[in-house]
């Protein structure tokens, strides 16, 4: 069993759906601005990247997907989760990421699930011709 570690952050840049960089309250005055990369959640790509799509659709949803994810959390206070110095093959924090809507605190990767923004769900949704939406 690992523990988690907590912390306070600020979303400065949201590369897309699942990457984002953060300016990271570690206590004693520390704010390091670092890249992270949301656990539980694989969403569409916002750049073409060979290997990394089948439909030519997930991109622009990616983008939309990045959007809402920037209209959430962009420039708001923000709690992490994370393993202490866990990260991915590409350096990146990997980390469970809270924002607040109405005065509570969510998860953020709960709530894209919930929504069918993994790339797994969009893709299925693509090949059975289903309408995909991102709210607003």
């Given at each position: 069993?690992?523990?988690?570690y907590?912390?306070?952050?600020?979303?400065?840049?949201?590369?897309?759906?699942?990457?984002?960089?953060?300016?990271?309250?570690?206590?004693?005055?520390?704010?390091p601005?670092?890249?992270?990369r949301?656990?539980?959640?694989?969403t569409?790509?916002?750049?073409?990247?060979?290997?990394?799509?089948?439909?030519?659709?997930?991109?622009?949803?990616?983008?939309?997907i990045?959007?809402?994810?920037?209209?959430?959390?962009?420039?708001?206070?923000?709690?992490?989760?994370?393993?202490?110095?866990?990260e991915?093959?590409?350096?990146?924090?990997?980390?469970?990421?809270?924002?607040?809507?109405?005065?509570?605190?969510?998860?953020?990767?709960?709530?894209?699930?919930?929504?069918?923004?993994?790339?797994?769900?969009?893709?299925?949704?693509?090949?059975?011709?289903?309408t995909?939406?991102?709210?607003?």
């Amino acid at each position: 069993m690992f523990e988690l570690y907590e912390y306070k952050a600020t979303a400065l840049k949201i590369t897309d759906g699942d990457t984002y960089t953060l300016k990271v309250d570690c206590g004693f005055r520390i704010f390091p601005e670092m890249e992270m990369r949301l656990l539980g959640i694989d969403t569409p790509e916002v750049k073409k990247y060979a290997g990394r799509y089948i439909y030519e659709e997930e991109i622009e949803i990616g983008k939309q997907i990045a959007l809402w994810v920037s209209n959430r959390i962009l420039n708001q206070p923000l709690m992490i989760k994370t393993q202490l110095d866990k990260e991915d093959p590409y350096g990146r924090l990997l980390a469970d990421v809270y924002y607040q809507e109405n005065g509570i605190w969510v998860n953020l990767t709960e709530r894209m699930l919930e929504l069918g923004f993994d790339k797994k769900t969009i893709q299925e949704k693509l090949a059975s011709s289903t309408t995909i939406e991102i709210p607003a």
